[in-house]
């Protein structure tokens, strides 16, 4: 198995590419700000064939270059329905003052959408990826999971030692702890996660130490009897 990645723009968001050897076909994951090149760049090193890019939400962040990375290579672009929207219009999942900031900009949906359901499995670039709707930090968050390989692509799910942001439009509090109980706290604990932003960590470690992800945990149950 191949990942790369890097972060990109001036959001710092985690950009992977993941195929199941170097010069093999891969899929590109959240493409966000000005990573074309090093979109480019990771393609050249490692000889590898992009055929589809994979989202784990609609913030502008994560999608930013979507729609160049799949225009050039000619290939589909995957989101979650709850989120299509944001790719033509990303300020509506922004503050109104980060808004603001974008209103010059303009986006517009790859030529190929395909949508996201939960427990879907993709079969891309001969490898199986499992979609897990998660959402909280936006409706149509997801995750994207390698159970061949115990490694997960968390999006703004889950970081080390934190979650994802639940102030903007579309983001819900009580909702990501649920997406967190269902979809992160079942997994094995040596499950790398590969988040959207910042280092990899694995479910073990945020199990033990990530204060969301314990009160995320089912709170025990009664003790009497034996």
């Excluded at 198995?1 to 891969?26: D, H, K, S």
């Excluded at 303009?106 to 996201?116: A, G, H, Q, Y």
């Excluded at 879907?120 to 490898?127: C, K, R, S, V």
């Excluded at 819900?172 to 960590?201: E, F, M, N, W």
């Amino acid at each position: 198995m191949l990942i790369a990645g890097f972060p990109a723009g001036a959001f710092q968001t985690n950009c992977y590419a993941v195929a199941p050897a170097a010069g093999e076909e891969c899929v590109i994951v959240d493409p966000g700000q000005d990573a074309v090149e090093g979109i480019e760049e990771m393609l050249r090193e490692h000889r590898l064939k992009p055929v589809a890019v994979l989202l784990t939400h609609g913030h502008l962040d994560h999608v930013w270059s979507v729609a160049p990375v799949c225009g050039a290579r000619d290939i589909p672009a995957w989101i979650h329905p709850d989120d299509r929207h944001l790719l033509s219009d990303p300020s509506a999942g922004l503050s109104p003052g980060s808004a603001s900031m974008f209103g010059g900009l303009t986006f517009s949906e790859p030529d190929e959408v395909r949508e996201l359901s939960d427990g879907a499995t993709l079969e891309l670039a001969g490898m199986e990826l499992v979609v897990d709707h998660t959402p909280g930090h936006t409706r149509g968050s997801v995750s994207f999971r390698l159970p061949d390989e115990d490694i997960m692509f968390a999006g703004d799910l889950l970081f080390a030692g934190s979650i994802g942001r639940t102030d903007l439009p579309g983001g819900d509090y009580p909702t990501i702890l649920r997406s967190l109980a269902a979809k992160c706290l079942p997994l094995p604990d040596d499950t790398v996660v590969l988040p959207g932003h910042g280092p990899q960590t694995t479910i073990g470690r945020e199990r033990a130490t990530n204060p969301y992800l314990k009160e995320a945990a089912p709170h025990a149950g009664p003790t009497r009897g034996i």
